[in-house]
């Protein structure tokens, strides 16, 4: 029983420095992680909307009218420009973060595909203006599928990137009413 007692305590000592030493990093690191992503989304919002700075965010009063979409809502900003939707939908490598623009008319100003782990040259084409200038104009009434020209093999990310503005369409039509 004794040949048992130095080695447990030997790795429970390690597992406790290593854990103490994961904390103090989390401790120090999480600060400027915090920081940068939300300078890189006011930068994004700031693409999107044009013009719309300062942003009010009201996620909270919207994501408490439980508007049911294909796409998740993860943040909404309001300027006197319009509104700024963050959605996150289901793409080929996982969840896809999309800032949507939506002008008073309700029209798409514009979007930005956010951090994503879509595969490089292939879904990752969702981020280049050629794709993503395909949205602007649009509206609620548009059938967004028939307008956008899809990503030769990127199906499942084109797919993601549609239903998350046509879910900030719906969101912003009930907001708006």
Sequence with gaps: MKKYIAPV???????????GLLALTNRFTKGPIEAKEKEEAEKAMNTVLPGGAPFT????KVMNLNINTKAKLKGVSKSDKGYVFTMVAKGYGGEMVVFVGINNEGKVENIVIGDNDETPNIG??????EFTSQFTGLTMQDNIPDKIDYITRATVTTDAVISAVGSALAIHAEVVK
């Design 57 to 60: 965010d009201i996620s909270e």
């Design 9 to 19: 305590l030997s790795l429970f000592l390690i597992t406790l420095c290593v854990v």
């Design 124 to 129: 990752k084409n969702a981020e280049l203006p």
